[in-house]
């Protein structure tokens, strides 16, 4: 199967259905409308299609129905739970591998690239999550129902 990019047109009636130009863009865009059946043609098929997409997809559970399983105290305390036991794991498995790194007989090259292997992974998942966290206030979907 072959896929082609789309075109500037296509992607400016995305954007246009999308609600992501700014207000003079939108407005070159109407003006285009009445001289251009395909933009014409390619704007309401994507319109179609986003109502046709809202129709389909799954109803989400009601917000009674997430409030009901935040207050069961399974669903609560097993995710606590769950994230101590992975936090206890994980600092264990680090504390491990530490003491394994200072009392095997590796070389000191090989122990240096793994204690720079692990380091440089934990600065990565700690980096990215707190970009995330920093930017979730921003993010404009998270109020965006599935």
């Known amino acids: 199967m072959s896929t082609r990019e789309p075109t500037s047109d296509e992607l400016l009636a995305m954007a246009y259905v999308d609600g992501e130009l700014d207000p003079v863009a939108r407005a070159e865009v109407e003006a285009r409308l009445a001289d251009d059946p395909h933009l014409l043609r390619e704007i309401a098929e994507l319109t ?77 998942f700690l980096l990215i999550f707190r970009a995330r966290l920093r930017t979730l206030p921003h993010d404009p979907y998270t109020e965006i129902e599935r």
């Open 48 to 124: 179609r299609l986003g109502v046709l997409a809202r129709q389909i997809t799954p109803r989400e559970p009601k917000d009674f129905e997430w409030k009901r399983l935040e207050s069961e105290l399974l669903h609560g305390g097993g995710t606590l739970l769950g994230l101590i036991a992975s936090a206890v794991g994980a600092v264990g498995l680090l504390g491990w591998l530490l003491y394994e790194l200072v009392t095997c007989e590796l070389e000191l090259l090989p122990k240096s690239c793994l204690v720079l292997l692990v380091l440089g992974l934990l600065l990565v």
